[in-house]
């Protein structure tokens, strides 16, 4: 009874709460820099480690949560993205709980999500995306109403998630902003080492799996190593190839390097020695790519990045100098890829100049935890 008691008077000291299904590391380092918030948590993530997660973060059961959203005093409540179809019926039930509560207690609450969700809504019916369209109709019915029942605010991480988004009926018309992930303009003194040795360094950070093309990497890279003996790979990371691409590196100690799973920090010291960042991300069934956040920690870095189009964020990518291949074509194109941005890498700090000076998730999150509901016809146009 008495964490029971400790839990509930915590949740009453904060003006929001946030959902995560899975907690991450990232996610408790950004907290640092968001609206105080009670993040109540289902699961943990790989990348967590030993990551110190503060007091006003509590891994719940679906009961607790429901409890604690029925007795809380917070008035914005953050909830899981909204096409994420593994978690949707949980959305449901949370967001309805949390606006039933609220009636009953004649207080007004505000729902809101963060969407980077990528990709087509025949894609999500259907892993082969065949769809007949009778369904494909009433699916953008029904998936909008659910949207439109869950949600009264947005903030769309990426040009693909919000294009997703405005599909479905009537969700255009929910309050919204683009603002894109992206980490924010580091303030820290660029590396002063320009020798070819310092600018021939690749990193892949990720699972490693077919989604994340690790394969497509280590089969690329014997091309790598003809056209430019100076080049080394690094591999962090864990997962079903861990053994093959294990012993993979160790066939070439001097070019390639596995350095397993590490902790979180200690990654982002290994993507910042680094001169380009590869992730071939390909699509598995009903997922793509929605950011990829080793991108996202390579380009806080100053880091070339080499990636396909399946990430959220190959336009603005492409459109500032990286290198975003066709997911089709990923044999084929990965070598020279990687040979051209190990030769010729963009300068990091003309990749810095190109990032905001806040976080996008940032400032996503200060714009949807305000309470009040925004009016201005910018914030539906974004």
Same mark, same amino acid.
């Given at each position: 009874?008495?964490?029971?008691?400790?839990?509930?008077?915590?949740?009453?000291?904060?003006?929001?709460?946030?959902?995560?299904?899975?907690?991450?590391?990232?996610?408790? #380092?950004?907290?640092?820099?968001?609206? @105080?918030?009670?993040?109540? /948590?289902?699961? #943990?993530?790989? %990348?967590?480690?030993?990551?110190?997660?503060?007091?006003?973060?509590?891994?719940?059961?679906?009961?607790?949560?429901?409890?604690?959203?029925?007795?809380?005093?917070? %008035?914005?409540?953050?909830?899981?993205?909204?096409?994420?179809?593994? &978690?949707?019926?949980?959305?449901?039930? +949370?967001?309805?709980?949390?606006?039933?509560?609220?009636?009953?207690?004649?207080?007004?609450?505000?729902?809101?999500?963060?969407?980077?969700?990528?990709?087509?809504?025949?894609?999500?019916?259907?892993?082969?995306? =065949?769809?007949?369209?009778?369904?494909?109709?009433?699916?953008?019915?029904?998936?909008?109403? &659910?949207?439109?029942?869950?949600?009264?605010?947005?903030?769309?991480?990426?040009?693909?998630?919000?294009?997703?988004?405005?599909?479905? %009926?009537?969700?255009?018309?929910?309050?919204?902003?683009?603002?894109? !992930?992206? @980490?924010?303009?580091? *303030?820290?003194?660029?590396? +002063?080492?320009?020798?070819?040795?310092?600018?021939?360094?690749?990193?892949?950070?990720?699972?490693?799996?077919?989604?994340?093309?690790?394969?497509?990497?280590?089969?690329?890279?014997?091309?790598?190593?003809? =056209?430019?003996?100076?080049?080394?790979?690094?591999?962090?990371?864990?997962?079903? /190839? =861990? *053994?093959?691409?294990?012993?993979?590196?160790? !066939?070439? @100690?001097?070019?390639?390097?596995?350095?397993?799973?590490?902790?979180?920090? !200690?990654?982002?010291?290994?993507?910042?020695?680094?001169?380009? +960042?590869?992730?071939?991300?390909?699509?598995?069934?009903?997922?793509?790519?929605?950011?990829?956040?080793?991108?996202?920690?390579?380009?806080?870095?100053?880091?070339?990045?080499?990636?396909?189009?399946?990430?959220?964020?190959?336009?603005?990518?492409? %459109?500032?100098?990286?290198?975003?291949?066709?997911?089709?074509?990923?044999?084929?194109?990965?070598?020279?890829?990687?040979?051209? =941005?190990?030769?010729? @890498?963009?300068?990091?700090?003309?990749?810095?100049? *190109?990032?905001?000076?806040?976080?996008?998730?940032?400032?996503?999150?200060?714009?949807?935890?305000?309470?009040?509901?925004?009016?201005?016809?910018?914030?539906?146009?974004?």
């Amino acid at each position: 009874m008495k964490s029971e008691r400790a839990s509930v008077d915590m949740s009453s000291s904060y003006s929001s709460i946030r959902i995560r299904p899975e907690l991450r590391a990232a996610q408790v #380092e950004r907290a640092r820099r968001m609206t @105080p918030a009670l993040t109540l /948590y289902f699961d #943990e993530k790989y %990348d967590l480690g030993k990551t110190v997660i503060p007091s006003s973060f509590r891994k719940v059961s679906l009961f607790e949560c429901i409890r604690i959203l029925a007795s809380t005093e917070a %008035d914005v409540l953050e909830i899981p993205e909204p096409l994420w179809l593994r &978690f949707a019926a949980k959305n449901l039930l +949370l967001s309805g709980a949390w606006k039933l509560f609220g009636l009953m207690g004649r207080r007004r609450r505000i729902s809101v999500a963060y969407a980077i969700e990528n990709n087509d809504l025949r894609n999500l019916i259907s892993p082969t995306g =065949a769809c007949h369209p009778l369904v494909e109709r009433a699916a953008r019915a029904a998936a909008g109403l &659910f949207v439109r029942l869950t949600v009264d605010r947005f903030v769309f991480g990426s040009a693909a998630s919000k294009v997703l988004y405005h599909s479905l %009926d009537g969700v255009s018309k929910i309050p919204h902003r683009l603002i894109e !992930e992206l @980490p924010a303009r580091s *303030t820290r003194p660029v590396p +002063l080492d320009s020798t070819a040795e310092s600018r021939l360094r690749a990193i892949f950070v990720g699972e490693l799996d077919d989604r994340k093309g690790i394969l497509d990497l280590t089969e690329a890279w014997t091309s790598v190593e003809r =056209a430019v003996p100076q080049a080394s790979l690094t591999v962090v990371g864990g997962g079903k /190839y =861990a *053994t093959a691409v294990s012993q993979w590196c160790a !066939e070439m @100690p001097d070019s390639r390097t596995y350095a397993g799973f590490v902790q979180h920090d !200690e990654t982002a010291r290994i993507i910042s020695a680094s001169d380009v +960042l590869v992730a071939p991300s390909r699509r598995a069934g009903r997922w793509r790519e929605q950011i990829g956040l080793p991108i996202v920690e390579g380009l806080s870095a100053g880091v070339t990045i080499v990636t396909t189009d399946e990430t959220g964020l190959a336009t603005w990518l492409r %459109d500032n100098g990286h290198v975003v291949i066709s997911e089709k074509s990923v044999r084929r194109d990965l070598p020279a890829a990687i040979i051209g =941005a190990l030769k010729t @890498p963009l300068g990091r700090e003309s990749v810095l100049a *190109t990032l905001p000076e806040t976080p996008g998730r940032v400032a996503s999150d200060s714009w949807l935890h305000t309470l009040v509901l925004p009016t201005s016809s910018e914030d539906r146009k974004s």
